[in-house]
């Protein structure tokens, strides 16, 4: 059919699947599309340049109009003379903001559907998200449209897409509007600028060879082009007459690629595929998540101030950890939907369209990252996993310690005890060994490899001693009464070390070491951007100290 007449509207038209829908519906002239998005202009990328979507919008095919969902008046103008509406605009699933959600997820969409009854608009499509039947806890295997809302969802996200998606389903019937709701299931292809993105800035940092949880549970991913082809199913099945109609109208519908596949197994082809390391090794996820909950702890302090959004989130982990696997049998039945691209197509089409991202092309690093002069050649080695036999031999003797000194809760006298015996037994042990074991020599033990040389010792000696000239100093300071900043550095470090030490040693443990591997490693792979944060923190600390004392001046002047 031809869609000279008739126009049709794509909310968030330049988002990810936004576009692929935008260049199907295009292609297969069912409608003009009016393309509404955030944007006071439409910048089409180098790649678009010649493409299709170009040639629609000089034709007149395809307009661009500036949209925000939040603005009532801008709706009625976007939605004014169309027939359909595909509903696919919101907000970054990763920004956990409760006001910037509801705003757009919640108000926008009850904005387009009063525009939708104003104008008598006859199909409304909205796009919402599996994970409205996903609580952040229990995973969801073959899960169909019965399953309910959770009690509480995994983050704002969530939340306010089932509630938005209530708004539509409840809005079917009301003069003569036509609705139903797509949940695609973890979207993936060209022009993604999260997952594909993501994985690729993890393994260029070395953090995608650890897998959070087993690693065993299955996930249901959609190719982008099956997403957008489950929207024009939809509105097909909305148009036509009777029956077909009636049974698509005030439903939800899971869409995915039907092939389920444990989710680092698809992971591990994307990074395998495009040069990088494969995910090997295995972290329990209630490991990983009280560093998560200090890395959001940390982004909500310095957001404002720059720091990029972090991937090591509380919502992310539980969704990296979960079983998420969804049947399509409803919308086999009432929208006629099956996948177009298969998953192993779509996935080398993903990775074809990155070449920019592979291996080969990362950028090399100029000397040695601060991390490895902070650290020195042998804890560099170690704690930034350059050396990784050393790495995994730390790794043990830690877990060993943990598991016979600190969780027994020993005293100190009992803990030096106990460490002695193991290295007089290991120390014993290791000397009678012969030279060689199955082809394999051994090497022995020498006296002075535990001997402090005289430079070693002076070097102790003087740190000892620089250490207690400075505490002394400090007190003498302290003493004449007269430096209130360093009076304020003093109490403010006393009140830290009494945070901590409300701790149980346990905890600082368990927090503390996992925090030593990931906090230089990751301060490695991101030392511009830290430091850039940083610097930013202490100027406007600097600003803000700057300000009290004039304040505090000026106030004294007028006593």
């Not at 509380?314 to 177009?340: E, G, H, M, V």
Request: net charge positive.
């Amino acid at each position: 059919m031809s869609g000279d007449e008739k126009w049709c509207v794509v909310t968030g038209g330049r988002g990810f699947a936004a576009r692929h829908l935008v260049q199907m519906l295009i292609r297969y002239d069912l409608f003009r599309v009016r393309i509404a998005d955030l944007g006071s202009t439409v910048d089409l990328e180098p790649s678009e340049e010649n493409s299709i979507l170009a040639e629609a919008l000089s034709t007149g095919r395809a307009q661009y109009v500036s949209l925000d969902l939040r603005s009532k008046s801008q709706v009625l103008q976007a939605l004014q003379g169309v027939e359909v509406v595909f509903h696919m605009a919101a907000p970054n699933s990763s920004i956990n903001n409760y006001k910037l959600h509801h705003s757009v997820n919640v108000e926008g969409t009850q904005n387009v559907i009063d525009a939708c009854t104003e104008f008598k608009v006859k199909r409304l499509i909205y796009t919402s998200s599996p994970s409205v039947v996903f609580d952040g806890i229990h995973g969801i295997i073959d899960g169909d449209e019965s399953l309910p809302y959770p009690p509480k969802h995994n983050d704002f996200y969530s939340a306010t897409k089932a509630q938005g998606e209530e708004l539509v389903i409840k809005a079917n019937g009301v003069k003569g509007l036509l609705t139903c709701c797509i949940r695609p299931s973890s979207i993936f292809g060209p022009g993604d600028r999260l997952l594909v993105p993501s994985l690729v800035v993890a393994a260029r940092a070395g953090i995608s060879k650890f897998i959070i949880g087993d690693g065993n549970n299955i996930y249901d991913f959609t190719y982008v082009e099956n997403v957008a082809h489950a929207h024009i199913c939809a509105e097909r099945a909305l148009a036509s007459e009777g029956t077909v109609a009636d049974k698509a109208a005030g439903q939800a519908y899971f869409i995915t690629n039907m092939e389920p596949i444990k989710f680092w197994e698809f992971v591990s082809l994307i990074v395998e595929g495009l040069g990088y390391e494969r995910p090997r090794i295995k972290i329990p996820a209630f490991v990983v998540m009280p560093i998560a909950h200090m890395v959001e702890l940390t982004y909500k302090l310095l957001g404002p101030y720059g720091m990029k959004l972090p991937q090591l989130t509380p919502s992310r982990i539980r969704l990296l950890s979960c079983t998420r696997s969804f049947k399509c049998s409803k919308a086999q039945d009432r929208i006629s939907y099956t996948p177009i691209v298969s998953l192993q197509d779509g996935l080398k089409r993903t990775i074809d369209a990155y070449p920019h991202l592979r291996a080969e092309h990362r950028p090399k690093r100029e000397g040695p990252s601060k991390a490895s002069i902070y650290l020195g050649s042998g804890r560099a080695d170690t704690l930034l996993w350059k050396d990784k036999k050393q790495t995994l031999k730390a790794l043990i003797v830690l877990i060993a310690i943990y598991y016979n000194l600190i969780v027994p809760e020993s005293t100190i006298i009992t803990m030096l005890s106990k460490v002695l015996l193991v290295a007089s037994v290991f120390v014993f042990t290791h000397a009678g060994l012969p030279e060689k074991i199955l082809g394999y020599k051994i090497e022995k033990l020498q006296s002075s490899d535990f001997r402090l040389s005289e430079e070693t010792s002076q070097q102790i000696a003087k740190s000892l001693a620089s250490l207690w000239n400075a505490s002394v100093k400090t007190l003498k300071s302290l003493a004449k009464g007269y430096d209130g900043i360093l009076f304020l550095k003093v109490v403010l470090t006393l009140l830290v070390l009494s945070f901590l030490g409300a701790f149980s040693l346990q905890n600082l443990y368990v927090i503390g070491v996992p925090a030593a591997f990931i906090v230089f490693y990751v301060y490695e792979k991101e030392e511009q951007k830290i430091d850039d944060m940083v610097l930013e923190a202490l100027s406007r600390g600097r600003k803000l100290k700057s300000d009290v004392v004039k304040k505090f001046c000026t106030s004294k002047k007028i006593e």
